[in-house]
């Protein structure tokens, strides 16, 4: 390697510049993601009890449509009131989209179930580290209803536009209804059905969920004709309070016209709540974002911030609280207390390399090589989509003590020869001093240094569960003690520079103090080849 000195230095010299340029932008998170690919596939059945939905939804979902997707290794359902839940879990090594194209193939063909239910509907997927961050919604001047209409129709869109945002659920909702309350003894008293009053009130709506009457079909209103044009009739429906809906006459009462609003009390208000939200002890709306796989806890929450920012002269007379949960912070002083302690411990290399070695060349030979493995780690674990969390961290405090220990190991070595060749009253040639030097180190350490990368082979391979939680701590040892098996040899060339060129400026007096290690002085060294 003695004839590509200079390329070799370049490598070296641009990973670690690509290194430092992208390292900063890698994902942070504050551990990896460890579940293997999950769909989860939701479908609402309004008004449908448990054992309802079990048998008339979940069942059919499972058996009919979802049975045989290629790669599913368990399938777990959830059924509620008004809401069945299915999750498909794929086995370890399935890609996330091509598991969500599976499956949506298969819900292509949804129509073939029972018509009791809306479409079922594939969520978002979710980071399995858990919730991104928590927001408080809380207001003096607007109601519940009106906060969460806010909340429903301004703010959560804005979120979900967030890169990186993957779901906004929203805790103590209440939607905005018109709730028709009706009272047996006067609809007896009128001669009039409960189910006049549903095709009543469900038909003068734009758009009614009951799909057994006639307005749960959009239709057109028809069209004028004219003699030279045509105009089209659209359907207004000043129906938003409940006064408005009170004048609407109920259907099929005969010749006479009874009002909505004679035989019934027709208020605003919401659904019932399933679970309630407080904010700082108050009644408010609690917003708890999720994120996408492998997406940047900082970076999404810096693009939250920033779109609550944007909606501020909006939202006048509400407090928004982004402070209930908020994980960005811990990561933000993680980061700098471990940029504190790596600082400090880069100074105590130095000292100890300087006081161990006295050859200010050869500590900063060690110091490079040392850093060039850490960089080249973490820029693999960059490339192949992992984020830099606590685990990998773990993995680059590991892979030091074995790169140090190398690169330390080889600078007493080249040492040894050098205290050995001035012994003997002989120059040796840089080239040949470096060569013997490390032919020397590399049996016994190298074999241990391989042997560690062995031990942890396994665990970066198998994409199994079990292992998936330490798989990036083995992938970062494995890289960098690669690396630093690979360094011993192609670093020979940039040592030999810097040696020779100490070496034919006649500084052949470098002070190295007494030899180190228990070898004594060594026999002098041929001129390798």
């Not at 193939?105 to 980071?127: D, G, H, W, Y």
Request: charged share 10%; net charge neutral.
């Amino acid at each position: 390697m003695l004839g590509f000195r200079f390329l070799v230095v370049a490598l070296a010299a641009g990973i670690m510049v690509v290194g430092i340029a992208t390292l900063p932008g890698m994902h942070t998170d504050v551990l990896p993601e460890t579940s293997s690919a999950v769909v989860e596939i939701q479908t609402d059945a309004p008004g449908l009890s448990a054992p309802e939905v079990e048998s008339l939804v979940t069942t059919p979902l499972e058996k009919n449509l979802l049975e045989g997707v290629m790669g599913v290794t368990s399938v777990t359902s959830d059924s509620i009131p008004g809401l069945s839940a299915i999750d498909l879990h794929f086995a370890p090594g399935t890609g996330l989209y091509q598991a969500r194209q599976l499956v949506q193939e298969r819900l292509t063909q949804a129509f073939v179930l029972p018509n009791v239910s809306r479409p079922p509907v594939m969520r978002q997927p979710v980071s399995s580290t858990g919730n991104v961050l928590m927001v408080g919604l809380t207001s003096t001047r607007l109601s519940q209803i009106e906060l969460s209409v806010l909340a429903r129709w301004t703010i959560v869109p804005r979120l979900l536009g967030v890169a990186g945002v993957a779901e906004v659920s929203t805790f103590g909702q209440a939607d905005q209804q018109l709730q028709v309350l009706v009272t047996p003894t006067v609809l007896a008293a009128h001669h009039i059905s409960l189910a006049q009053i549903i095709a009543t009130a469900g038909n003068s709506q734009l758009v009614t969920p009951l799909s057994y009457l006639e307005g749960s079909t959009p239709g057109t209103g028809g069209f004028l004709e004219s003699p030279n044009q045509r105009i089209t009739i659209r359907h207004v429906l000043p129906f938003g309070t409940p006064a408005n809906l009170g004048q609407v006459p109920v259907t099929e009462a005969g010749d006479r016209q009874v009002l909505l609003g004679s035989v019934a009390s027709i208020v605003q208000g919401h659904q019932p709540l399933i679970g309630d939200a407080q904010v700082r002890g108050g009644a408010g709306l609690v917003l708890v974002i999720q994120k996408l796989p492998s997406a940047s806890v900082p970076a999404v929450t810096a693009g939250v911030d920033q779109a609550l920012a944007a909606l501020k002269p909006g939202l006048a007379g509400v407090s928004v609280d982004a402070s209930l949960f908020r994980p960005a912070t811990y990561l933000a002083s993680a980061v700098r207390n471990a940029g504190l302690a790596l600082l400090v411990a880069a100074v105590l290399a130095v000292i100890a390399l300087i006081a161990l070695l006295l050859n200010l060349r050869l500590v900063f030979l060690t110091l490079a090589g040392i850093s060039l493995s850490l960089v080249a780690a973490t820029l693999v674990l960059d490339l192949l989509g992992s984020s830099f969390n606590s685990l990998v961290l773990l993995g680059l405090l590991l892979a030091l003590a074995i790169v140090t220990g190398d690169a330390a190991g080889g600078a007493c070595a080249l040492m040894q020869r050098l205290a050995a060749g001035r012994a003997d009253g002989q120059r040796q040639p840089a080239g040949g001093l470096v060569a013997a030097a490390y032919r020397d180190f590399r049996g016994v350490h190298g074999s241990a240094t391989l042997a560690a990368v062995v031990a942890v082979a396994p665990p970066a391979a198998f994409e199994a569960d079990a292992v998936r939680e330490v798989r990036e701590v083995a992938v970062e040892v494995a890289v960098a003690t690669t690396r630093a098996l690979i360094a011993r040899h192609l670093d020979t060339s940039a040592q030999t520079r810097l040696i020779d060129g100490a070496i034919s400026r006649g500084n052949t007096a470098m002070p190295v103090g007494t030899a180190l290690g228990s070898g004594g002085p060594q026999p002098p060294v041929r001129e390798a080849s």
